[in-house]
């Protein structure tokens, strides 16, 4: 079945109005992950934007047309990893999934999510990245960009913006041997597809797609240029669409990448930054993306 | 919060599907020139409202949730669709 099809037939298992910002790639992704993943799907979604934005219900009503649970910003897989367990006790297949921000992930959630890929629970763990805690106003988290101006890394006189690169989700997953890593971009909807099908393949093991997640609010670019903000991500190599699995990476390639100040130009976050922090920024995606390469070997598209 | 035509989705838990009415929210909204519209399907792909409806033959803007943020606009590679503020169209209803 087309990518497109899957798309147009399924029904949207979102509310129809969620309160996520205007042009929120986290909206996005949400509904057309649940779109791929379909109704025999339990979900939890740990405190950020998406549970602020009613996902997870309010009093007596529900966010989603299927189950969903609001964890706690620390637990969400071993949560899921409790659930699934349950309905492999029921011998009931159902599609255990998480939808967490970058906060829920890499920082406070994070020895839960190690702990649940290491001992190799078979649920999907999606991580949709807005570089921040978009949520609470904007502070910046692990895995915001190096020199990105949040409400706790302001820019003056002593700091320019983050000091710290950017935490690398979708390799430290694939170093915890998940039995499926995958990087997402909504502006590459037969890729974004095609993935989830993959991790909903996958029957033993735990699997983690990373997905990019511009924020309009956060970032600071006009709601229309989401999609674009996503597209030139993956044409400046600053999010390198790959997947590993057996122990062996994938990597697609970009022909002609652009610089990634194409990137980086299109988001306020960044307007501060100067020639040499630029310069600094370009060389940490070409290192990452020079290790992926060396990492795939013959697995370039 | 809760209006009667959301009443009829399914929920295992809760009374019923917990909305808000963020058609409220635009400014400007979408307009779809169906003559210029090829379809394509990438305003259906990108909307993160899933706003855009796909009908037999053709693609309509559901306008009751669309919080008019342009994607749709930006992303038309024909030009069928362009952003025109609130109330000023006779496509547009609200
Ligand atoms: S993106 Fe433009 S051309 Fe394509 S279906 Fe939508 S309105 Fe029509
Ligand atoms: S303006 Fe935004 S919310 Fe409205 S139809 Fe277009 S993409 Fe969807």
Redesign the interface.
Same mark, same amino acid.
């Given at each position: 079945m087309k990518y497109?099809d899957i798309?147009?037939e399924q029904e949207?298992l979102?509310?129809?109005?969620?309160?996520?910002c205007?042009?929120?790639?986290a /909206?996005?992704c949400l509904?057309t992950a649940l779109r791929v993943l379909g109704k025999n799907t339990v979900v939890a979604i740990p405190p950020g934007c998406l549970a602020g934005a =009613?996902v997870v =219900?309010?009093?007596?009503?529900? =966010?989603?047309?299927?189950?969903?649970h609001i964890t706690l910003l620390d637990n969400t897989a071993s949560f899921l990893a409790g659930v699934k367990e349950l309905y492999d006790y029921l011998d009931e297949d159902v599609q255990v999934v998480a939808i967490a921000g970058d906060g829920a992930t890499a920082d406070c959630g994070f020895q839960s999510l190690s702990g649940a890929a290491e001992r190799g629970h078979n649920i999907i763990y999606i991580c949709y990245d807005n570089e921040g805690y978009m949520n609470t106003g904007f502070q910046r988290s692990g895995t915001t960009t190096k020199g990105s101006h949040t409400s706790t890394t302001p820019v003056g006189s002593l700091i320019k913006g983050k000091a710290q690169h950017k935490k690398d989700m979708p390799m430290i997953m694939a170093m915890h041997n998940a039995a499926y890593v995958a990087t997402l971009n909504?502006a590459y909807?037969k890729d974004f597809v095609s993935k989830l099908k993959k991790a909903m393949s996958v029957k033993e093991g735990l699997s983690y797609l990373h997905v990019c997640s511009p924020c309009?609010t956060g970032w600071r670019f006009?709601?229309?240029?989401?999609? /674009?903000v996503a597209r030139k991500a993956v044409k400046t190599n600053f999010f390198p669409l790959y997947e590993y699995e057996n122990n062996s990476f994938k990597l697609k390639k970009v022909a002609n990448p652009e610089p990634v100040s194409n990137f980086l130009k299109l988001s306020k976050k960044f307007k501060h930054l100067d020639e040499k922090d630029i310069e600094e920024i370009q060389a940490h995606v070409d290192e990452k993306y020079n290790n992926l390469v060396n990492l795939a070997g013959e697995n370039i598209n | 919060m809760m209006e009667s035509k959301e009443k009829e989705y399914i929920t295992s838990v809760g009374e019923g599907i917990y909305s808000i009415n963020t058609g409220d929210w635009r400014i400007n909204e979408p307009v779809l020139d169906q003559e210029k519209c090829k379809k394509c399907g990438l305003c259906f792909l990108y909307c993160p409202v899933f706003c855009i409806e796909k009908k037999d033959d053709y693609y309509e803007i559901n306008y009751d949730y669309c919080k008019g943020c342009g994607i749709c606009a930006r992303e038309c590679k024909s030009g069928a669709i362009k952003m025109v503020e609130k109330g000023s169209s006779s496509y547009a209803k609200n």
């Open positions: 497109r798309l147009m949207d979102v509310s129809p109005g969620i309160s996520a205007q042009g929120c790639g /909206e996005l509904r =009613g =219900g309010w009093n007596y009503d529900n =966010g989603l047309k299927i189950p969903v909504p909807m309009p006009n709601s229309d240029l989401s999609i /674009e | -």
